[in-house]
């Protein structure tokens, strides 16, 4: 009796022992399943935050880019009573073009303000992000045309063409040359700031 005593004791104590740790290895696991999806929430929420923020400075350089270039006007000192020398930014289509994707792509920026917030409190969602990016692929396709055009204009505005005999204009209307080519610059930061918005919102989606 002894004997079988002991035997049933040292059974009892290993089947402690064994449950004792699979419960401590099952609480492991959990824990690390737990904790993994948190850091991962983080990281979209603050991506969320910078892409708020991004698109507010992209807004706000857009705006100063049209207004820059829409008040953009010189009258030379020597017209006459009958002859005016005077440069508008609506002579050029290319600049109402320019003005036109700003204007555009600044009221965008404004509306997607709401569905950017909502990413904030809901960084889980998938869906509205795909939608967003198309979008803001797209804004920035024209922002990058309406730029792109601009600047090839104040190019030859600036050192003209020899080959096709066209004079550099910007010795006479030079204060005209320097309103335009600071509306260039705004206009292409908004650029940057879209490409680094787009390239956000695509880490957030691959790490869905």
Not at 106 to 129: A, Q
Request: hydrophobic share 45%.
């Amino acid at each position: 009796m002894g004997l079988l005593s002991s035997i049933y004791d040292s059974c009892k104590e290993k089947r402690t022992y064994f449950g004792t740790k699979m419960k401590g290895s099952a609480i492991d696991e959990a824990g690390e399943i737990s904790k993994g999806p948190a850091p991962r929430k983080g990281l979209k929420r603050g991506l969320s935050i910078m892409d708020f923020i991004l698109r507010i400075f992209a807004a706000i350089c857009t705006l100063g880019s049209a207004l820059g270039m829409v008040t953009t006007r010189e009258t030379l000192p020597f017209a006459t009573q009958f002859v005016k020398f005077r440069a508008v930014f609506d002579d050029l289509p290319t600049f109402v073009f320019f003005v036109t994707s700003n204007s555009i792509v600044c009221g965008y920026l404004v509306l997607s303000l709401v569905p950017s917030f909502f990413h904030i409190v809901r960084s889980t969602s998938v869906k509205s992000r795909v939608f967003l990016l198309s979008l803001d692929t797209v804004m920035y396709g024209l922002l990058t045309t309406g730029a792109a055009a601009a600047t090839a204009i104040v190019y030859v505005a600036h050192y003209g063409n020899p080959n096709a005999n066209w004079f550099p204009f910007c010795r006479q209307y030079n204060n005209f040359c320097e309103r335009i080519s600071g509306s260039l610059v705004g206009s292409f930061i908004a650029v940057v700031l879209f490409i680094i918005i787009i390239l956000m919102s695509a880490i957030i989606i691959s790490k869905r």
